[in-house]
């Protein structure tokens, strides 16, 4: 075998993260041939992976053990002998609804795939992932859930709704709009979630999404999917407070105060902002919103009594970015 079929021995690609604005079917998640769907938001976190062509493979990122299978895994596919050195840098709350492991692993399939001259196609990639996607816990890698959202957000970067078919919609975001986040410090949200206790905490949610299974579907079909080709993001945000009250949403919203987290968005539409909502699986609260308004966004949040930090965070254009190769 030959490595010098890849053309660039060291690359740097940003790690777009994505908010997670619902999930369509949490029910499924536990089988992991199923992907849940829904609707996703690519965020910029300024954070980046450096890749370079070793003899060996050497991971530094507190995701290591997942970084390096799916090096092994895009070394056999690409029929390469080598090493990879992946250098992370990153700056992000881990199990706090940013999708920090799956925004890693779309990175590292993005830039690898840069260095040996684009042999597979970004929706090859996506599925790549999707069929062997996991977490580590406990020093080990565990099979874990992922609905398919991350990855769309990761590699293209706007707003990404996609169907429990594979079937995606995908819409760019225009410049003048960003984001705000905070993580609101409930009792709840102390607890240092699992992938087994997200697990059991999702299977709460099969009663309510069977329950609402048919009044949501066509909410989606009737309002959403208009809403996001007309790209009328207050007319999405008034359909994300419903869905906010519908099958998996209302139990994660129960989960992280209920009656909150409906005031909250009710506060942040009168006031301003486009959309507002909790990122799937929480806690953090988000707030998309045109940049003329958020200062007064902010001023209105610390006046309704949110004391945490008030991050703001740049749409991502077009996903994983490429700085600089060597």
């Known amino acids: 075998m030959d490595n010098s079929r890849y053309s660039k021995k060291e690359i740097v690609v940003s790690i777009p993260n994505r908010i997670h604005m619902f999930v369509f079917d949490f029910g499924v998640l536990k089988d992991i041939k199923k992907r849940a769907g829904g609707l996703g938001l690519s965020v910029e976190t300024d954070n ?53 492991t799956i925004s890693l692993i779309a990175s590292l399939c993005y830039g690898i795939n840069q260095m040996f001259g684009q042999p597979f196609t970004i929706d090859y990639l996506w599925r790549f992932i999707l069929e062997r996607y996991c977490e580590e816990e406990g020093g080990r890698l565990i099979n874990a859930f992922d609905t398919g959202v991350g990855a769309l957000c990761s590699f293209y970067g706007g707003m990404n709704y996609m169907e429990m078919d594979y079937s995606f919609l995908h819409i760019n975001i225009p410049k003048n709009y960003c984001l705000l986040a905070f993580i609101p410090q409930y009792k709840s949200n102390q607890e240092n979630l699992t992938v087994q206790n997200e697990y059991e905490r999702f299977e709460y949610t099969k009663e309510q999404e069977e329950n609402d299974k048919k009044e949501k579907q066509d909410f989606i079909s009737n309002n959403l999917i208009p809403h996001m080709f007309e790209r009328d993001f207050y007319g999405i945000g008034k359909d994300l407070k ?14 992280y105060d209920y009656d909150f987290q409906l005031a909250f968005i009710d506060y942040v539409l009168d006031h ?29 949040l610390r006046k309704y009594g949110v004391k945490e930090h008030i991050k703001k965070m740049r749409i991502s254009e077009s996903g994983i970015k490429e700085y600089y190769n060597a």
């Open 48 to 100: 980046h992976m450096i890749i370079r062509i070793s003899n060996e493979t050497l991971i530094k990122s507190q995701h290591d053990l997942v970084l390096a299978y799916f090096c092994d895994e895009l070394k056999k596919i690409l029929l390469y002998e080598g090493g990879f050195e992946v250098i992370v840098k990153e700056n992000i709350d881990v199990h706090a609804g940013y999708g920090s």
């Open 242 to 255: 419903v869905i906010h009250q519908l099958g998996s949403k209302k139990v994660e919203c129960s989960y």
């Open 272 to 300: 301003g902002g486009c959309i507002a909502g909790l990122s799937s699986a929480g806690p953090i609260n988000y707030i998309f919103i045109d940049e003329k308004n958020v200062e007064s966004m902010i001023g209105n």
